[in-house]
């Protein structure tokens, strides 16, 4: 047998034929190929899967973002809090206002040597 007499001849009615009867592929040869179509689909599959991964971790780091840099206006607000009421005026002010007797020393604190 020689390999064009198994074969028919590509013409229109022949692929309109077997188009319809789901044999296409097969009359144009393409099963020759089917180990190097199933590996362009198994990496357009990964691709398609690392590209949403990717789409994912670029939304992740957005949001964070915009949480960090409300954590840096809020880590401002504390700071500042906290210096401003370390001063000396504000704290005996808010002694005062507490209530307690505790206030400034009139004179420095002595130095003690030992012998």
Request: aromatic share 10%; charged share 25%; hydrophobic share 45%.
């Given at each position: 047998?020689?390999?064009?007499?198994n074969?028919?001849?590509v013409t229109?009615k022949?692929?309109?034929?077997?188009?319809?009867?789901g044999d296409?592929l097969?009359?144009?040869?393409v099963?020759?190929?089917?180990?190097?179509?199933?590996?362009?689909?198994a990496?357009?599959?990964i691709?398609?899967?690392?590209?949403?991964?990717?789409?994912?971790t670029?939304?992740?780091?957005?949001?964070?973002?915009?949480v960090?840099?409300?954590?840096?206006?809020?880590?401002?607000?504390?700071?500042?809090?906290f210096?401003?009421?370390?001063?000396?005026?504000t704290?005996?002010q808010?002694?005062?206002?507490?209530?307690?007797?505790?206030?400034a020393?009139?004179?420095?604190?002595?130095?003690?040597?030992?012998d």
């Amino acid at each position: 047998m020689n390999r064009s007499e198994n074969q028919e001849k590509v013409t229109f009615k022949t692929v309109v034929k077997s188009l319809f009867s789901g044999d296409i592929l097969t009359l144009l040869r393409v099963d020759r190929f089917l180990p190097v179509i199933i590996f362009l689909f198994a990496l357009g599959i990964i691709n398609i899967f690392l590209n949403y991964m990717i789409e994912q971790t670029m939304v992740k780091v957005e949001r964070n973002k915009v949480v960090l840099e409300e954590y840096k206006i809020y880590h401002a607000q504390k700071t500042y809090e906290f210096v401003k009421s370390g001063r000396m005026s504000t704290v005996q002010q808010m002694l005062e206002e507490r209530g307690s007797k505790v206030t400034a020393p009139v004179k420095p604190a002595e130095i003690i040597k030992a012998d």
